[in-house]
């Protein structure tokens, strides 16, 4: 199976700022890596698939890079809605894994 | 709008069946293909496996032995049952539809439910 890790666990960061979260395959994925936010009380939302391509309805402060084993989800001048937990996920083979998830919190 | 529903029991005994419903509106489950999740505490997220607009499935080999995921297409909807639980499968389980895009099927998942939690304890 390919393992995915995803860094950091926890991040603090203030509204406005942007950040960065990383996620690192076991072996290369190309591009076939999405990104998904997750609310309480609220469905999974997909952001980013193909490494960098929006989703319909992802705001453009968010943006997606890399291929083969590394990728980042970065997002500019965070909105006080975008503090939550975000989840990559490969789907390059079977079975799909998913990383271990990052919490955005206010600082 | 496509809109994803689980349902069943919220709580299940070890060494029995978890059987979970998706109700889907919106969409015919007759396209596309149709996958379940789970998120145990700790928040690690793990593939269960898909069933496909045809009906054919395909498994998580770590559980393959112990899942089946069927449908009901007069009702538009799908299921997971999961046998021999133990108190491992504790989770919230969800179930999404795979994303199409230039008519070709990617699994990676645009429309989610809001997810069912399930314990299993005695």
Redesign the interface.
């Known amino acids: 199976d390919v393992q995915m890790t995803q860094s950091p666990s926890y991040l603090a960061a203030s509204p406005g700022e942007s950040v960065s979260i990383s996620c690192k395959a076991s072996k290369s994925i190309s591009t076939y890596l999405a990104w998904y936010q997750e609310k309480p009380g609220k469905a999974n939302k997909l952001l980013i698939y193909s490494g960098s391509t929006l989703q319909s309805g992802t705001p453009s402060r968010f943006s997606g890079s890399g291929s083969g084993t590394d990728f980042t989800l970065t997002i500019r001048s965070l909105e006080p809605e975008d503090f939550t937990v975000y989840y990559c996920q490969h789907y390059n083979e079977y079975p799909l894994t998913f990383g271990s998830g990052t919490k955005l919190e206010i600082k | 709008e496509v809109q994803?529903q689980e349902s069943g029991p919220g709580l299940v005994k070890p060494s029995q069946s978890l059987s979970l419903t998706c109700s889907v509106t919106g969409y015919s489950i007759t396209s596309n293909y149709w996958g379940w999740i789970r998120k145990f505490p700790g928040?690690?997220?793990?593939?269960i496996g898909h069933i496909s607009y045809s009906g054919s499935t395909?498994y998580?080999?770590?559980l393959k032995s112990r899942i089946s995921i069927t449908r009901d297409t007069s009702k538009n909807q799908f299921f997971l049952q999961l046998n021999s639980v133990t108190t491992e499968d504790t989770a919230t389980y969800?179930c999404?539809r795979y994303?199409l895009?230039s008519s070709y099927i990617?699994?990676?998942?645009?429309?989610?439910?809001?997810g069912v939690m399930v314990t299993v304890s005695s």
Do not use: T
């Open positions: 994803l928040n690690k997220m793990e593939w395909s998580n080999p770590s969800y999404a994303h895009d990617y699994p990676l998942f645009d429309y989610w439910g809001q």
